[in-house]
């Protein structure tokens, strides 16, 4: 199961690639509270370089609290 994972909670962005339990891509920035500019980017990168399209994401992770 291809899962993707977003965390826009906190001042630092997080998008993460997993493949059952194993990590295929992670990006981590740190530029303050501008998630909306940079997750998606992120995640961009993260499926190109792991060779996988968004049609290919078995399930969509987004962490909770306030944030972006």
């Known amino acids: 199961m291809l899962i993707l ?9 997080s998008v993460a690639l997993c493949e059952d339990e194993k990590l295929i891509a992670e ?4 530029t303050g509270h501008t998630h909306s500019e940079t997750l998606l980017p992120m995640v961009e990168s993260a ?10 994401i078995d399930l969509f992770a987004a962490s909770v609290g306030p944030g972006s």
């Open 5 to 13: 994972a977003l965390d826009s909670t906190a001042q630092v962005g």
């Open 27 to 30: 990006y981590t920035i740190n």
């Open 47 to 56: 499926l190109q370089c792991a060779g996988i399209t968004l049609a290919d």
